[in-house]
C-alpha cells in the first residue's frame, strides 16, 4: 500500500529532531519528508548533523541580518506540500513558514501546527525586534493561521499547551513534546559516591539562571556546607561571576558537541536547572534519563511535564539563590535520600525517548487526519 505522505517544515536540523525524525521514518508507517529552512542558526556552537536517515532538503537561505532570513526556490517546497497528506508546520515566524500555512488553507490542505510557546518567551536575550508594542503587533499578525485553520496544533508539553488555551479561539490541541535519542544518557551507570556532585548544562547565561547557580554556591560556602563540587557543561559569558571564594567549587567543562554530553554526566548526581525560561529544556530530560534528581525552574517546560515534585527531583518554588542553596544542602545532607531518587528519575524519562516518541507522531498523524489509512505494526513489528 502507497504510505501517507508526511511532510514536515522546521527551522534548523537540531539533534533531538534529528534522531526523532530518524526513528518515524524507521516505523515504515508514513513518508517523512523534512524541508529545514536553514543549516545552522547565528551564534549556535552545535555542528550539523551529517549522517541523516530520513529523507529531507534544505532550502536555500539569504540571511539578512542575525536571526532574520529568507528562503530561495519555495516552489521546492509548496509542489511537495500540494501532494501531501499532512502537513506538519513547527513554530511560526519565519517567512516560508507563514507562506506555507496560507497555501495549505487557500488549497485545502491538512495541516498541524507544532510549537513551544506562541503568547511570547518570558525572557529573550536576542529579541529580533525591540519596540514592544510593535513586537505584540507582528506576533498577533503572524499567528493569525494558527487561530484559524490548521486541524490541530500541538504543543511542546503543558506549557505550551497553556500558551494555546490563552491565546486561540479553538481548543484543538494535543501535547506532543521535543523527544531525544536517550540512549547514552540510559546506559550510565547511576550514581554511588559519597560526596554529592551537582550538574549544571547548559549556556552560562542569564536566561539559564547561571547567576543563581553561583550565589547559591556562594551561599553554601558562607554557610560551612560540606565539600561539593559543580561540574559546567557548557560556556558562556557569566563565567566571570566565579570569584575566588567559590573558584574551586566549579569545575568548568566548556562546551561540549551533542555526541560527547552524556559522558560529562557520569559521575554525577544532581542536575540544577533554574532557568528563567525554557520552553521546552532538553537537558533536563537528559539529567533524569542519566539517573539523576533534578532541582527544576517551574518556568521549564519539561518541569512542568516530568517533574514529580519529591520523587524524581524537587521543584522550586522561587527563583533565587536562597532557594536553590536550600535545595543543594538537602542534597549534601541526605545524599541516601538522592541515591534513592535515581531509578525513578530514570523511569520518567523513557516517555522522552525517540522510539516513544515515533510512537506518539503516527498516533497524531492518525488523530489529525482520519480520512487517511495508516497502516498498522505487525506483531513482529513490520507493516
Known amino acids: 500500500m502507497i504510505l501517507p505522505l508526511v511532510v514536515l517544515v522546521t527551522n534548523m536540523p537540531v539533534h533531538h529532531q534529528v534522531d526523532l525524525f530518524d526513528a518515524i521514518s524507521l516505523t515504515e508507517r508514513v513518508r517523512l519528508r523534512v524541508f529545514y529552512l536553514r543549516k545552522m542558526s547565528a551564534g549556535r556552537s552545535w555542528s550539523v548533523p551529517i549522517d541523516m536517515k530520513h529523507a529531507h532538503v534544505f532550502l536555500p537561505e539569504i540571511r539578512l541580518k542575525n536571526h532574520w532570513y529568507i528562503n530561495r526556490q519555495i516552489m521546492l517546497l509548496l509542489r511537495e506540500i500540494e501532494r501531501a497528506d499532512l502537513v506538519v508546520i513547527g513554530q511560526y515566524a519565519a517567512v516560508t513558514m507563514q507562506i506555507a500555512m496560507y497555501y495549505c488553507a487557500i488549497r485545502k490542505i491538512p495541516w498541524v501546527f507544532w510549537s513551544e510557546t506562541i503568547s511570547g518567551v518570558d525572557y529573550d536575550e536576542r529579541p529580533l525586534v525591540r519596540n514592544d508594542g510593535l513586537r505584540r503587533f507582528l506576533r498577533r499578525l503572524a499567528i493569525q493561521p494558527i487561530m484559524r485553520w490548521p486541524r490541530r496544533c500541538w504543543g511542546v508539553g503543558r506549557k505550551a499547551l497553556a500558551s494555546f488555551s490563552a491565546t486561540l479561539p479553538h481548543s484543538r490541541f494535543d501535547i506532543y513534546p521535543y523527544h531525544s535519542y536517550l540512549a547514552p544518557f540510559l546506559n550510565l551507570s547511576p550514581p554511588t559516591g559519597r560526596t554529592c556532585r551537582f550538574l549544571y548544562s547548559g549556556r552560562a547565561i542569564y536566561q539559564k539562571g547561571f547567576d543563581i547557580v553561583v550565589d547559591a554556591v556562594r551561599l553554601l560556602v558562607r554557610s560551612g556546607c560540606p565539600d561539593f563540587t ?72 519539561a518541569a512542568q511535564d516530568a517533574i514529580d515534585d519529591g520523587i524524581n527531583g524537587w521543584m522550586l518554588l522561587r527563583l533565587d539563590p536562597e532557594a536553590l542553596a536550600e535545595k543543594m544542602e538537602f542534597c549534601l545532607r541526605s545524599i541516601d535520600r538522592v541515591h534513592a531518587m535515581s531509578s525513578s528519575a530514570r523511569r520518567s524519562s523513557l516517555a522522552y525517548d525517540v522510539v516513544a516518541g515515533a510512537g506518539r507522531f503516527i498516533d497524531l498523524v492518525e488523530s489529525a487526519i482520519p480520512e487517511v489509512r495508516v497502516p498498522k505494526l505487525s506483531a513482529g513489528g513490520g507493516i
Do not use: K
Not at 266 to 295: H, K, M, N, Q, T
Open 230 to 301: 559543580v561540574r559546567v557543561v557548557g560556556n558562556g559569558p557569566l563565567f566571570d561571576l566565579i570569584t575566588d571564594d567559590v573558584r574551586d567549587r566549579f569545575e568548568l567543562v566548556g562546551f561540549v558537541q551533542h555526541e560527547d554530553v552524556h559522558r560529562h554526566f557520569a559521575g554525577c548526581d544532581v542536575l540544577l536547572f533554574p532557568s528563567r525560561y525554557d520552553g521546552w529544556g532538553l537537558a533536563l530530560i537528559e539529567g533524569l534519563a542519566s539517573a539523576l534528581p533534578v532541582i527544576a525552574s517551574p518556568r521549564a517546560g
